[in-house]
């Protein structure tokens, strides 16, 4: 007669088939590589988007199948004034935006927005690698965001659809601004109209003359062809624009510590490669868009640069009580380093 399994029997086989696919289903995940969507919003040719393109060369050959880094440039994912949000709610694990777009998190890295601070970019990489600058990476933590480093892309640049040699030919004009409080003061010291847009849309609302000018680096405007759409460029090295390479604590330090240890060794090294691009792409792309005759550069005489600084320069006391004296005082030394 042929026995029938018991109930018991029944549950332990049961139990075994569900312990062996939960098994399986572990050791599938733990072979899944990590992820890392790193969103920028600038083009692949500029020292952000080498940068980013290095850091995932890197990781793929010293890390291979455990972590992937896909890069996601050109807004396609997300643009800086959205990316935070996003990375708060884990759908992108690296971003790199212009210090200004921190502002809403914390009022000291308003300091790299401040003009006429720095001389030039030694004296920006002395204060960044200087105790207080280091302790900037961290100044987001408690709202959920972790510095990892910085990252160059130049002085600044005015262009515009006039010619620009003294503050007085600024006068009424729109420029684009990032949503920072400083940038916006700063053109209201020149009596100019400032206005938050994306980006993204810059070029076009150059080439509609919806705005009359922008400010940016040699890098940006020659990679984003601004200077085909604006006649003149004014060299001012008004101020800095440089972005943070940021993550979200959760991510950052959830990951396994020699996981992290390689990723951010893996960092350090392209951001010192995206920080020597920068120097090198402000010369060539300078000269590049001198060439291209598509527009003038405009050099300014000391006098003329003088007047800029008088103009501009008061924009700091207005943002001394949320930054800091010390910390402006101890940026600005750096120039005599």
Known sequence: MRRTPSALALAALT??????????????????PIVIKFSHVVAENTPKGLMANKFKALIAERMGDKVLVEVYPNSQLFGDDNVLEAMQLGDVQLAAP???????????????????????????????????????????????????????????????????????????????????PVLEAQFKALDAAPLKKPFSEVFTLLQTRAIDGQENTWSNIYSKKFHEVQPYITETNHGLLDYMVVS??????????????????????SLAYGNQIA?????????????????????????????????????WKQFEKEIGAELIEAAYATNQQ
């Open 15 to 32: 139990l075994a088939a569900t312990t062996a696919s939960m098994l399986t289903t572990s050791i599938a995940n733990a072979a899944d």
């Open 98 to 180: 212009a210090l200004s777009k921190f502002s809403r998190y914390t009022d000291l890295i308003a300091l790299y927005d401040l003009p006429f601070l720095f001389e030039d970019l030694d004296a920006v990489d002395r204060f960044q690698q200087s105790e207080q600058g280091q302790a900037m990476l961290d100044a987001m933590k408690k709202k959920g965001l972790i510095g990892l480093g910085y990252l160059h892309n130049g002085m600044k640049q005015l262009s515009s659809s006039q010619p620009l040699r003294v503050p007085e030919d600024a006068r009424g004009l729109k420029f684009r601004i990032m949503a920072s």
């Open 248 to 269: 979200s604590n959760e991510f950052w330090n959830g990951l396994p510590d020699d996981v992290r240890a390689d990723v951010k060794a893996a960092l350090d090294e």
């Open 279 to 315: 120097r090198d792409k402000a010369d060539e792309d300078r000269q590049a868009i001198i060439d291209s005759k598509r527009s003038e550069v405009i050099e300014l005489t000391p006098e003329q640069r003088a007047q800029w600084v008088q103009i501009m320069k008061p924009v």
